[in-house]
């Protein structure tokens, strides 16, 4: 298969994933087929509510119509505010059936940013649960709960004929961490999510009799591959809900008592589950997200049938290659481009790097993105002419720095930039700078990651008072922290100093920072 053969072309220094004729549908055509084909078959659970997948497709189908009636009108963002339930999967497909562009708010994410969100993708409407949420929304947007609408599409708005998904118009918005503090939204097309959907049920394969553990928090596009892999291809989707993604043991147990035959989860999340004991003998599993390590992959291979490290920025699709782990793990690679992608390595002035050096991974082909909403800078600066590819292709710079291996796999080498990952989240230490920076009586906050070895590697974050404010302790930090910021960007460590430590030309000397270890956090 092409994970050992790739194909070079020109030009030269340029990485080719098997080529594999799109089909022209969307992953939601795909789940439709499902239900015309095996409607008995069980679709989604969570604890104890199961649909199958008629049942998941009417009441997809209602929820589509009560969104119609409220015009929610193609290319449209509708945001969902919900958890990992089944609610979330049958909002989903309805967006997607009522022409419109979903974009998902985590649970728990603070009012302000949810109010940015919302007005950044100029959403109109957010999807909820039974409990509304109970939030100031923008002017222009309302708040409806699934079941509210999905009664509505009873009323006289719901006469609207369904219309064929357009296939120039975005799937879904799912937001980054902006180095300025200004998250990003990507926007990312039907035909992209396809592409990596297809690579996964034919690399892992998921089908009928499949059941496919979802465990990622929707706002990480992940999610989408592990919300859609099993509905496109009849498997079922086994939903976590929101406390046991929290307990390790209680995940272990339900992937023994369901019979989960699949399912991905970030490298730190796979150190706990393997504490907790897991061991799923017939299960294939994925990794990803942040670096893998030969220890972290011997013992997860050892566990499971068959292991894939996969890697990606959210800008290309969930993931761009793809690593079948061995069963004797020496060395960690990325793999390869999957189906209908290409990478090449470049140098600071875009120039292809000679063989076996490092430098910046740039991926063009299927999964490259349409681009950041509302960036168009952004996006010139990061999504730029393809050489030699097909005519207006584009190739989106990822700023991590890989190395192609003399046995022609890739490896990741680190980022050229302050990107860091906090347990698989994806942080830019500029936004937590800028996010902090504004709480009253501050200075200034520089934050930086600090490996806490076998505990893995946390946030830190160094605070100075304003001169004549009070110093704040550390838990006030953090308290502002939450206010402002996703939890994931929220300090474990943070210290409190006099002044930052500056270089000859008075800058920040990161390095001169002291350890942050015991230092009041
Ligand atoms: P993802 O869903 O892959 O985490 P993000 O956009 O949040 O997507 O983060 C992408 C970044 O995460 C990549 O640019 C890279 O720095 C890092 N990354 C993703 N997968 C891997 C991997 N398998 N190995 C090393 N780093 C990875």
Redesign the pocket.
């Known amino acids: 298969m092409h994970q050992s053969t790739p194909v070079r072309s020109a030009p030269p220094a340029t990485l080719v994933g098997p080529d594999r004729p799109l089909p022209a549908t969307t992953v939601l055509g795909r789940f439709e087929r499902c239900a015309a084909e095996t409607p008995d078959a069980p679709a989604v659970s969570c604890g104890d509510r199961r649909l199958s997948y008629r049942e998941l497709d009417t009441a997809a189908e209602r929820l589509a119509a009560g969104l119609r009636g409220r015009g929610t009108g193609p290319g449209r963002a509708t945001a969902v505010h919900l958890g990992r339930e089944v609610d979330l999967v049958v909002a989903l497909l309805a967006v997607w059936k009522s022409g419109g562009v979903y974009l998902p708010l985590d649970p728990g994410l603070p009012a302000d940013r949810i109010a940015f969100l919302l007005r950044d993708a100029q959403a109109e409407l957010v999807l909820t649960g039974p409990e509304p949420t109970a939030r100031q929304l923008p002017d222009g947007v309302t708040s409806a709960t699934v079941d509210e609408l999905s009664a509505f599409s009873a009323g006289p708005g719901a006469a609207a004929a369904a219309q064929p998904l357009r296939p120039d118009i975005p799937a879904y918005v799912i937001y ?1 961490s902006g180095s300025t503090g200004r998250p990003k939204g990507v926007r990312v097309g039907h035909r992209s999510l396809l592409n990596v959907v297809l690579e996964l049920a034919a690399a892992m394969p998921c089908g009928p009799g499949d059941r496919w553990l979802a465990m990622a928090a929707p706002g ?3 999610s989408m591959a592990e919300l859609t892999v099993p509905l496109a291809t009849g498997a079922e989707l086994v939903l976590t809900g929101e406390e046991l993604p929290r307990d390790p043991r209680a995940l272990v147990r339900l992937v023994r008592e369901s019979g989960i035959t699949r399912m991905q989860a970030v490298p730190s999340q796979w150190r706990l589950l393997l504490d907790a004991g897991f061991d799923a003998p017939d299960l294939v599993a994925m990794t ?5 390590t030969v220890p972290l992959a011997r013992a997860l291979r050892s566990r499971v049938a068959g292991l894939f ?7 290309t699709t ?2 761009s290659t793809l690593w079948r782990v061995p069963e004797q793990v020496t060395d960690i690679s ?1 793999g390869l481009p999957i189906a209908n992608t290409r990478l090449s390595l470049v140098d600071d002035r875009l120039r292809a790097v000679a063989p076996g050096e490092a430098g910046e991974l740039c991926i063009a082909g299927a999964g490259v993105s349409l681009g950041y909403l509302n960036r168009a800078e952004l996006t010139a600066d990061r999504f730029v002419a393809e050489p030699g590819g097909p005519a207006g292709a584009l190739r989106y710079r ?3 720095r890989c190395r192609l291996r003399p046995d022609g796999l890739l490896e ?1 080498v680190g ?1 050229t930039d302050d ?1 860091v ?1 906090i347990r ?1 989240q ?1 942080i830019e230490l500029g936004e937590v700078e800028a996010g902090l920076a504004a709480m009253p009586g501050l200075d200034g906050a520089v934050a930086a990651v600090h490996d806490q070895g076998a505990e893995g590697t946390a946030l830190a974050v160094y605070v100075v008072a304003r001169a004549g404010a009070p110093a704040p302790s550390p838990a006030q930090v953090r308290e502002f922290g939450r206010t402002v910021l996703p939890s994931a960007m929220v300090p474990s460590l943070v210290v409190v100093l006099d002044r930052f430590p500056l270089t000859p030309n008075g800058k920040v000397d990161r390095r001169a920072l002291p350890a942050p270890t015991g230092a009041g956090a």
């Open positions: 980054t990480f596009d992940i990803g997200g942040e670096a893998l490290n996969g890697y990606g920025p959210t800008e969930v993931l990325i990822t700023g991590d990741f980022r990107q990952k698989g994806r």
